[in-house]
């Protein structure tokens, strides 16, 4: 009798330190769980304008964009905000230059991303991101234009001649590859596909009088590689009513 009470005994012992860290673990794996994916605040920053946005070639993922950028919170404190768009995954939602971002953050990590209309940012949100923000100067399609131009000179390769200008109320951006340079040419068609696809929405709505962007990729000698107009909004492959 003595012997099977101090089995049990034992056994409510066994069973105690099982639950204790059985305990432990649940604990340490929620503190995981919510230190890497439970939102810990949300974030607005917008994309400067003279951000690249052009996808480089990820060796796992594909093409990606990448962005680094400074964020602050409704109380305009401020994070460091790290996140990239995967074109091969159909995360077709780019945020050309001069877009406004809301990102939720964990702890840890950007738990999610969305555009949003400068309205809807924060007071103090704002305020931040306007003392770092210079806006475009611009105030016709021609002005901006020329800015564009400037713009994309700077952060393109040295292998394309890059001009932005306008016709009939749409701006053609255009890329010129030396001949020898074919292969980058048709590269470049996959990778500023999807940029185009956003960019038309940022363009609209600084200046509503535009009616499309054209795109055209083109070698030194006149053969075009690609050539594509522009002019719905668009996201995620769906076309959206116009705000």
């Known amino acids: 009798m003595a012997i099977a009470k101090k089995r049990k ?3 409510w012992v066994v069973l105690a330190l099982v639950a204790v860290v059985l305990i432990i673990l649940t604990l340490l794996f ?3 769980y919510d230190y890497r994916y439970v939102l810990d605040d949300k974030y607005y920053t917008v994309v400067p304008l003279d951000y690249d946005i052009t996808p480089y070639q990820d060796a796992d993922m594909g093409r990606t964009t990448e962005y ?3 964020g602050y919170n409704e109380n305009g404190e401020s994070k460091e905000l790290e996140f990239q768009v995967y074109h091969d995954a159909h995360e077709l939602e780019l945020y050309p230059p001069g877009t406004f971002i809301e990102v939720s953050k964990s702890k840890q990590l950007v738990i999610g991303k969305r555009a949003l209309d400068e309205s809807d940012v924060p007071e103090k949100a704002m305020e931040k991101i306007m003392e770092s923000f210079t806006p475009s100067s611009a105030t016709t399609l021609e002005e901006y234009a ?3 131009t400037t713009q994309l000179v700077s952060f393109n390769t040295p ?3 890059v001009t932005v200008s306008v016709d009939n109320n749409t701006l053609i951006y255009t ?3 030396d001949v020898g340079a074919k292969g980058l040419a048709e590269e470049a068609k996959d990778l500023l596909d999807p940029v185009y696809t956003s960019q038309f929405r940022t363009d609209k709505k600084a200046f509503p009088e535009l ?3 054209f795109l055209e990729i083109k070698l030194t000698d006149g053969t075009v590689i690609f050539s594509q107009k522009y002019d719905q909004w668009v996201k995620f492959g769906y076309e959206l009513e116009q705000p």
């Open 9 to 11: 005994k034992w056994l």
């Open 159 to 161: 292998s394309a001649e």
């Open 68 to 70: 680094i950028l400074t």
């Open 175 to 177: 890329y010129v590859y």
């Open 30 to 32: 929620k503190q995981y």
């Open 211 to 213: 009616t499309a962007i």
């Open 146 to 148: 020329e800015e564009r």
